[in-house]
């Protein structure tokens, strides 16, 4: 496989649900990131591990959890979510230097979550 | 607060051109990048201008002024494939990327 695989592709769960969505990138990256995308607004950064280390964000509920084992897999777990939380998730994964993220981001095709 | 805006929805003609704006006031400037989305697909990287000026690649075009805090896409001899999703997104003086909504481009034949 070639480029950064996501599974599911789609999964629908219950408010009470523990659920995991999976990344898994082929391109030898060395960063890797989670955003969710809802219908008409710009992408939402949820997490980003550079070098294995994540980086903070304070604004993502602790209902997201993410985990990430190596430089190629990406987790994020899902426990108690709430029906606003019906999004795409998209992982991503880029080239870093030390000095910031080179640029180009390589894409998933998403895994469509809806929460009932 | 730091901002990119650009058109919601726009329709063109298959074989014209069309012109997809963006505009941004962002914490700093260290590049802004063109990422295009088919429905159900990927974000796919177009194109990334850092310096003033037009970058051209193909059908496509990128044109950015960072005095004025504006870019836009250009894409020429419009195809039906062109029907997607174009996202703006500007990197700031952090290195964070901080995205526009999207710009749904239709093509009619």
């Not at chain 1, 994020?76 to 939380?85: G, N, R, V």
């Not at chain 1, 992982?91 to 809806?114: I, M, V």
């Not at chain 2, 029907?83 to 901080?98: E, F, G, W």
Request: net charge negative; aromatic share 12%.
């Amino acid at each position: 496989e070639t480029g950064v695989t996501q599974t599911p592709r789609h999964l629908v769960m219950g408010m009470t649900n523990k659920k995991s969505l999976k990344c898994e990138q082929h391109l030898g990256h060395n960063a890797m990131y989670w955003y969710k995308q809802s219908a008409k607004k710009p992408l939402e950064l949820m997490f980003v591990y550079n070098f294995k280390e994540q980086t903070e964000n304070n604004s993502v509920p602790s209902r997201f959890s993410p985990e990430c084992p190596n430089s190629s897999h990406l987790f994020l777990h899902l426990h108690t979510l709430q029906p606003e939380d019906s999004a795409l998730y998209l992982c991503a994964s880029s080239q870093d230097n030390e000095g910031g993220f080179t640029g180009e981001l390589f894409f998933g095709e998403g895994s469509r979550l809806t929460v009932l | 607060g730091q901002n990119i805006d650009q058109p919601t929805e726009m329709t063109a003609t298959e074989g014209a051109i069309v012109q997809i704006n963006c505009t941004y006031q962002t914490s700093g400037f260290n590049g802004l990048f063109w990422y295009q989305q088919h429905a159900g697909e990927a974000p796919t990287f177009l194109s990334y201008n850092v310096l003033d000026g037009l970058e051209e690649k193909g059908r496509f075009s990128s044109f950015l002024s960072r005095s004025k805090g504006y870019s836009y896409l250009l894409l020429k001899e419009l195809q039906m494939k062109d029907s997607a999703s174009y996202l703006c997104a500007v990197r700031d003086s952090n290195y964070q990327l901080i995205w526009g909504a999207g710009t749904k481009l239709i093509i009619k034949p």
